[in-house]
């Protein structure tokens, strides 16, 4: 499994980034997939994750309401709303052991390589 995250940027409070992870060995179909962010100086902590048949999301309470996750056959997406500047990290996504999406980073066994999202205020 290879991933490639990109969107990352640099936005103002308040606006929408949509982010994207590509599965370029096409092995996302049978996998939940998550997003992770780390922000400078703290731990890498769990965004939004969803399962390979779709549906049954999972979400932070800290981006719940505001962040979007999706996906078709290669691609999983984060539509980001209402960005604040406590959003401001590098998001990696992430591809699961299993079929059933969870928050815990031992659940996900390949990473992409980061896209740093910067929201000023």
């Known amino acids: 499994v290879q991933l490639q995250a990109s969107g990352g940027g640099l936005v103002q409070a308040g606006t929408s980034l949509k982010l994207s992870c590509r599965d370029s060995r096409r092995t996302f179909s049978n996998n939940a997939v998550a997003w992770f962010r780390q922000a400078p100086g703290k731990e890498r902590e769990f965004v939004a994750s969803i399962p390979w048949r779709g549906g049954n999301t999972h979400y932070s309470e800290s981006v719940e309401g505001r962040f979007t996750i999706s996906r078709d056959l290669n691609t999983v997406y984060l539509q980001m709303n209402s960005l604040k500047p406590e959003d401001t990290a590098v998001y990696y996504c992430?591809?699961?052991?299993?079929?059933?999406?969870?928050?815990?980073?031992?659940?996900?066994?390949?990473w992409g390589q980061g896209t740093l999202v910067t929201v000023s205020s």
């Open positions: 992430a591809s699961s052991r299993f079929s059933y999406a969870d928050s815990s980073r031992s659940s996900y066994q390949y």
